[in-house]
């Protein structure tokens, strides 16, 4: 399955933004999906998941209360809603999809992932 991540970009901190993953040249419905993102200098960290039926989801703390992941299985699309964005949310942020119906949500955890898009978040 090959993933489009798209919606990133620049705003201030407080704002919003929605971003989208669209998958395509697979079985979309059938896969668990995660959000994770990328810091200069840091380690890609997990951010979000949803399970291939919409079960969960499953966030990482520093989104619990501010990001929303969703997906629409018709529309072959996830997104993250991303509300009360901070300076520490800038970040590459990737979108993943894990054919396993258990397991982690950990980077280590997925077997294709999206191009990243990029979100920064001036103070």
């Known amino acids: 399955v090959q993933l489009q991540a798209s919606g990133g970009g620049l705003v201030q901190a407080g704002d919003s933004l929605r971003l989208s993953c669209t998958a395509s040249?697979?079985?979309?419905?059938?896969?668990?999906m995660g959000w994770l993102r990328q810091s200069p200098g840091k380690e890609r960290e997990f951010v979000a998941a949803?399970?291939?039926?919409?079960?969960?989801?499953y966030y990482a703390d520093s989104a619990k209360g501010r990001f929303t992941i969703s997906r629409d299985n018709r529309k072959n699309t996830m997104y993250l809603q991303m509300n009360s964005l901070k300076p520490e949310d800038t970040a590459v942020y990737y979108c993943?999809?894990?054919?396993?119906?258990?397991?982690?949500?950990?980077?280590?955890?997925?077997?294709?992932w999206g191009q990243g898009t990029l979100v920064t978040v001036s103070s």
């Open positions: 040249g697979g079985t979309f419905s059938s896969y668990a």
């Open positions: 993943a999809a894990r054919k396993r119906v258990t397991g982690g949500w950990s980077s280590g955890e997925y077997d294709y």
């Open positions: 949803i399970s291939w039926s919409g079960d969960g989801p």
